[in-house]
Every structure is written in C-alpha cells, then in structure tokens.
C-alpha cells in the first residue's frame, strides 16, 4: 500500500520520490549496501549538462538543506514556481512560518504535489 506525501517520513524514499517525479531521473531504484542491506541506497540515471543520461546516486533531498535548494531552481525551470511557493506556503504557514524557513522535507512535499497535480 502506498502512503500519501504526507505521510511519508523524510528519508530515502521521499528522494527517491523527487529524484523520479520532480528532477527527472529515470530508473529510479533501490540498491541494498553492506551486510543483510542495513544501509539502503537509492541510483538512478540522470541528465548532464549535454544531455548524456549518467549514473549517480539519489541526493538526499529531504534531509540536508544544501540537496533541496535545488528544488526551488528546478521547480522555475519547470514553469511551476508560483504553485510551489503557494504549496510551500501554506505548509509553513500552518506551523507559523515564512515559506523561506521550509524544512528540506516540506519542499520535497510541496514539489510533489505540484508536479503530481496538474491544473
């Protein structure tokens, strides 16, 4: 059973998320690292500044602000922008704050649910 966006807690799976829906990427997928697959890793293929489709590893979007500020500048690209800072703001504004203060979790959330619904 899937979850809904909301529910998902911030981690691997919400990156992989936006790695597939909002970034691009193709063949998102899981991959099982060290023994008995304790640390799980996320890969997929992704465009280059030429166009060329590389491997790479899942930034962590959710957890660490540095990978979710690229959220923004994709979601401009995308001509999507004024819907996610809509979406983004009343995240935040529900917790009392500024829509520039959004946890790295809340952008993934408020980009998804851009992307994954079209008006």
Not at 64 to 75: E, F, G, K, W
Request: hydrophobic content about 35%; charged content about 35%; proline content about 4%.
């Amino acid at each position: 059973m899937k979850l809904s966006i909301d529910r998902l807690e911030a981690g691997r799976e919400l990156d992989a998320l936006v790695a597939q829906n909002v970034m691009g990427w193709k063949n998102v997928h899981r991959e099982d690292i060290g023994r008995g697959g304790k640390r799980d890793q996320y890969r997929g293929t992704k465009p280059d500044k030429l166009g060329r489709w590389r491997s790479a590893d899942v930034r962590h979007y959710s957890t660490y602000s540095a990978d979710a500020y690229l959220i923004p500048a994709r979601m401009k690209e995308l001509g999507l922008w004024e819907r996610y800072v809509k979406e983004l703001s009343k995240m935040t504004q529900a917790k009392g704050l500024p829509f520039d203060w959004a946890t790295p979790d809340q952008c993934c959330r408020a980009a998804l649910k851009v992307v994954k619904n079209p008006r």
